[in-house]
């Protein structure tokens, strides 16, 4: 009996040690490069970029992005991302679109805070961290993506004032 019970035990360690020696390779040997921000690429900060929209980003923000802002299409929207901190969840995005991705932002989110003064009409939600603005032929979303932003809403609002200019 005390060998079957030893026997139990035995099995889940060598299935642990086996599961630990299959997941690792050896330790990079070479020293880990600083991350700096390194100059906006010249696709991103383009004229006609959705990236260059804001060309103060850092500066509204109040801190230096890690890398370049980054920018991609979905659909006929135009979103760019300016990544702050090391992580990468940690973002500023501004995205801009057809005016029925103001209507597809409020089905979604439901109503939201009206913001008088934004646009022809603009919308917050607090639980998001989403400001959806809709101008003329388009709309434009501000997603903040921070921890640490003292007023978040007021932010956005502002992110959204220079995108309009």
């Known amino acids: 009996m005390t060998s079957a019970i030893r026997m139990r035990g035995v099995r889940p360690l060598l299935l642990?040690?086996?599961?630990?020696?299959s997941c690792g390779g050896p330790a990079p040997t070479s020293p880990t490069p600083a991350i700096s921000a390194p100059a906006p690429s010249s696709a991103a900060t383009a004229p006609g970029s959705v990236c260059?929209?804001?060309?103060?980003?850092?500066v509204l923000v109040g801190r230096t992005a890690v890398a370049a802002p980054s920018s991609y299409s979905v659909g006929s929207s135009e979103r760019c991302?300016?990544?702050?901190?090391t992580d990468p969840s940690r973002y500023v995005a501004?995205?801009?679109?057809?005016?029925?991705?103001?209507?597809?932002?409020?089905?979604?989110?439901?109503?939201?805070?009206?913001i008088d003064g934004v646009?022809?009409?603009?919308?917050w939600w607090v639980a998001n961290r989403t400001l959806s603005v809709i101008d003329g032929d388009r709309?434009?979303?501000?997603?903040?993506?921070l921890d640490d932003a003292a007023d978040p809403r007021a932010l956005a609002v502002s992110i959204a004032q220079a995108a309009l200019q």
């Open 81 to 85: 991302l300016w990544v702050y901190l």
């Open 94 to 114: 501004l995205t801009v679109g057809e005016p029925s991705s103001h209507a597809d932002t409020i089905a979604n989110f439901g109503e939201g805070e009206i």
């Open 16 to 21: 642990s040690l086996c599961i630990v020696a």
């Open 52 to 58: 260059a929209i804001v060309a103060d980003m850092d």
């Open 119 to 123: 646009g022809e009409d603009a919308r």
């Open 139 to 145: 709309s434009l979303q501000v997603d903040l993506q």
